[in-house]
């Protein structure tokens, strides 16, 4: 099996439908502090956004962290919950609530815009597609 560096990361799990600013906002404050990043995106089949597609924003917006191994992106199973027990060797942590209000529904739904510009171009470069397909 193959390992990773000894390095610990950081794990994000999320649906991350659309990446939107509040998303950037905490991985950035991890990367700013030189840490590593895992980005795990919930394979759901219920999401308006395909997960290839979540994938391919998440990787755009940081092209070059991706490049350089401070930060992965991977496709997780749809997780129901997080199982801890004690010792683990990890904590967890929740977002400020002011990052937490920002909402990918309010995204897609057009009442807010506040997605990075490499993540918007891919978003509504497919939104287009859908809308012409469903003509």
């Not at 560096?5 to 649906?15: P, V």
């Not at 089949?45 to 597609?53: A, H, K, Q, R």
């Amino acid at each position: 099996m193959p390992r990773w560096d000894e390095a610990k990361a950081y794990f994000f799990i999320g649906r991350w439908c659309p990446f939107h600013e509040g998303h950037k906002y905490i991985v950035d404050s991890y990367l700013k502090a030189d840490l590593r990043v895992v980005v795990g995106i919930r394979d759901t089949s219920y999401d308006e956004i395909p997960t290839n597609l979540r994938y391919e924003m998440i990787a755009a917006v940081y092209a070059a962290e991706v490049l350089s191994g401070q930060l992965t992106v991977m496709v997780i199973p749809d997780i129901a919950q997080v199982i801890t027990g004690r010792g683990v060797g990890y904590s967890l942590a929740r977002v400020p609530d002011e990052i937490a209000e920002i909402s990918g529904t309010n995204v897609r739904q057009g009442k807010e815009q506040r997605v990075p510009k490499e993540a918007q171009e891919i978003y509504d470069e497919w939104r287009s597609r859908n809308l012409e397909e469903s003509k």
